[in-house]
């Protein structure tokens, strides 16, 4: 079975500045992908970045990159220049080809202070 | 061009009560993906539906069923309403199952009283 673990509840960063949101997961499978979504109080689970296992290139998207460990089975997102607007809930998913399921992580509520 | 749409926004029913949720993929999407979000927690997968036929069911009871149409938008159907079905009902569609491009709807919230 497939699990993401999150295991910071929440985190608080001050605008402008670099936060990481860590997150390990467990596979037996080769080939997957692996995301973070946010969700703001608006509820829409929003695409952050999206990176595939195969690839050893971390993904980056604007001021959000990702550290992608595979040995390791760790997948943090890294928020540079942190805004206002990046104040929201933050989910670790995991997908395979196997059963095309999303498995989330418990997530991680995210505060970025004026 | 239209994101997913779902609905209602908002619903409240009674325990024993059925309910139906709505979802509308976006254009040219033929996979639809439910998922249940309890407050505080990550979303559970429920069922996905591909070019009609159901693709896979996560581990929740026979109370619940889905069903997709010719057109792609799918309905989940709730049976039986416990004051435990009380969530966020968000849909997800995609290209095809694999494709791993999600987008996700705004949800329905749906209250058990």
């Known amino acids: 079975a497939q699990t993401v673990t999150q295991s910071q509840p929440e985190m608080s960063v001050q605008e402008a500045e670099t936060v990481t949101l860590s997150c390990t997961y467990d596979?037996?499978?080769?080939?997957?992908?692996l995301f973070w979504y946010k969700q703001p109080p608006s509820r829409q689970m929003i695409l952050v970045i999206r990176?595939?296992?195969?690839?050893?290139q971390n993904a980056t998207e604007n001021r959000f990159s990702v550290n992608f460990q595979k040995a390791a089975k760790s997948f943090s997102l890294k928020i540079s220049d942190s805004q206002l607007g990046d104040t929201a809930m933050y989910f670790c998913?995991?997908?395979?080809?196997?059963?095309?399921?999303?498995?989330f992580g418990k997530g991680i509520t995210l505060s970025v202070r004026p | 061009d239209a994101g997913v749409t779902q609905s209602p926004t908002h619903l409240i029913k009674t325990r024993g009560q059925h309910v139906t949720l709505r979802c509308s993929p976006i254009?040219?999407?033929?996979?639809v993906s439910w998922y249940q979000q309890v407050l505080g927690q990550g979303p559970q997968f429920i069922f996905q539906?591909?070019?009609?036929?159901?693709?896979g069911r996560g581990n929740f009871p026979d109370r619940f069923s889905a069903r997709q149409f010719p057109n792609y938008s799918s309905e989940l159907n709730v049976n039986a309403l416990l004051l435990g079905d009380s969530a966020l009902y968000l849909c997800?569609?995609?290209?095809?199952?694999?494709?791993?491009?999600?987008?996700f709807g705004s949800g329905t919230r749906l209250t058990v009283v």
């Open positions: 990176q595939e296992a195969y690839k050893q």
């Open positions: 997800a569609s995609s290209p095809t199952p694999i494709s791993g491009g999600y987008t």
């Open positions: 596979t037996s499978e080769s080939n997957y992908y």
């Open positions: 998913a995991f997908l395979t080809g196997a059963n095309s399921k999303l498995t």
């Open positions: 254009s040219g999407h033929k996979s």
């Open positions: 539906y591909y070019e009609k036929e159901e693709r």
